[in-house]
């Protein structure tokens, strides 16, 4: 057997006994890349090391840490109820203010990674306060991201556009961007409807009494993700309702010293992140740990609340994704593929790899690696290339959602810690059922149907 195919099958055996037996699969991953890495490749520790996605770690750490700050000294609450007072109460309507606010950042050249890190924990903890499903409310905000990522000046639209320029193909750069937004808001919609939008929109408007649920509440809200989002939020808001004490609402929130400062922090993070292009993980954490001096008493226990075991998962996937890519694994199927006789279903399956190991891996490398190879039997003029080129844009960015990819680990790294399995299953389980359905849509679609 190949070196490639051991590696593989390595890989798939980490995912069953993760799900047979329970065990962290990040802590598998990483043993996996060791013993593979030794035992395959001949590599050093340093070399299975290297490998380690850094950049997330510190990321998940700092943005985590910021958050549970920002939510010990009261700023969560105070933004939450600041986003319902501007959707007039109308709870409704905040996941689509977050998908758009997700798509708008990142359709003027903000990292993908980067919106959903700043946007990410202030919706999760809208969703736990107003009994929003989280699956819903991280998908929003993952698939917003998603959306804007491929406008000319977004990230993946520069990199997909000089790619194909660079390939002497031909392109269409609003061809490109409206359909991977397209395709984005297509998923957003099913999972609004499907995670409970329909009775957010009978709730109509919220007024501050009810909206301000306490813990009753947030204890609701855990049945309704428990139950798979089939229960009605509404019926967790009229639990809540009829549990709390009566002429007992929640203290209106307030501005005070700790709450301005924190709201600065957050600003600065945007602006730098996004202006000025700073690492969304350092500027956080640097931020974070300002607060800690400045205010050390609400930073107790802010350290314990950090995502670790989503740091494990994470870091440990990556790390053994990362030694397939460098061991040209990937670079392997890919060329396996593209010798594939008939066009169209080479066309197909390179749509596949672009999303299964988008799913686990970087969306920008991807895209990067993936067209060029798909140059060959673009050539012959029997595929489409716009077309293509579309179908590989979708099948590689929509599945960020995946608690695998970056975008997926946030959401669930800012999901409350009662939650945070579930949504870690609910994710895999849509990550893994659109890496499969994505493909095949867009393919038939943008390829097939050009052809």
């Not at 929003?132 to 998908?139: D, T």
């Not at 947030?218 to 798979?228: C, F, I, L, N, Y």
């Not at 740990?289 to 440990?316: H, R």
Request: glycine share 10%.
């Amino acid at each position: 057997m190949s070196t490639e195919l051991i590696s593989l099958a390595v890989l798939v055996v980490v995912f069953l006994v993760a799900t047979v037996r329970g065990v962290n699969m990040g802590a598998l991953a990483l043993v996996a890349a060791f013993v593979v890495g030794l035992t395959v490749y001949d590599l050093e520790v340093d070399g299975v090391l290297a490998g380690f996605p850094s950049d997330l770690f510190v990321i998940l750490v700092g943005v985590t840490y910021l958050f549970a700050l920002a939510k010990n000294n009261g700023t969560v609450d105070w933004i939450v109820h600041a986003a319902v007072r501007a959707v007039g109460g109308r709870v409704a309507l905040v996941p689509w203010a977050m998908f758009l606010v997700c798509a708008a950042v990142t359709s003027i050249g903000a990292v993908s990674p980067a919106a959903v890190a700043i946007v990410a924990p202030v919706a999760m903890g809208f969703a736990l306060r107003y009994s929003i499903n989280p699956m819903m409310m991280g998908m929003m905000v993952v698939q917003g991201a998603t959306a804007g990522s491929f406008s000319p000046i977004g990230i993946f639209g520069s990199i997909t556009n000089g790619v194909v320029d660079q390939n002497d193909l031909p392109g269409n750069q609003l061809v490109l961007f409206l359909t991977t937004f397209t395709a984005a808001a297509l998923i957003a919609a099913i999972t609004y409807v499907a995670f409970g939008g329909r009775a957010l929109l009978a709730r109509g408007k919220e007024t501050e009494t009810v909206t301000a649920m306490g813990a009753e509440a947030e204890a609701a809200s855990h049945a309704v993700m428990r139950s798979g989002g089939t229960s009605t939020p509404h019926s967790a808001v009229e639990a809540s309702r009829s549990t709390a004490p009566a002429g007992d609402p929640e203290p209106h929130h307030t501005l005070d010293a700790q709450r301005i400062v924190t709201l600065v922090g957050l600003a600065a993070l945007m602006v730098g992140a996004l202006g000025f292009d700073l690492d969304v993980g350092f500027t956080a954490l640097t931020i974070a740990v300002v607060l800690t001096l400045a205010f050390p008493d609400s930073a107790k226990g802010a350290v314990e609340k950090i995502s670790w075991g989503t740091v494990l998962l994470i870091g440990g996937i990556v790390t053994y994704v990362n030694l397939l890519q460098d061991q040209g694994v990937v670079d392997w199927v890919g060329e396996q593929v593209a010798e594939v006789g008939a066009p169209l279903v080479a066309a197909l399956l390179i749509c596949f790899i672009a999303a299964v190991v988008s799913a686990f891996a970087s969306t920008t490398g991807i895209i990067g690696a993936l067209i060029p190879l798909a140059v060959p039997f673009l050539l012959t003029d029997q595929v489409n290339a716009v077309g293509l080129i579309a179908a590989l844009a979708i099948s590689s960015s929509v599945v960020d959602c995946s608690p695998f990819s970056t975008n997926g680990a946030l959401v669930v790294a800012n999901a409350d810690a009662a939650d945070r399995e579930l949504v870690f299953k609910r994710l895999m389980q849509w990550g893994m059922s659109i890496v499969v359905v994505a493909p095949i849509v867009a393919w038939g679609l943008l390829v097939v149907t050009t052809a």
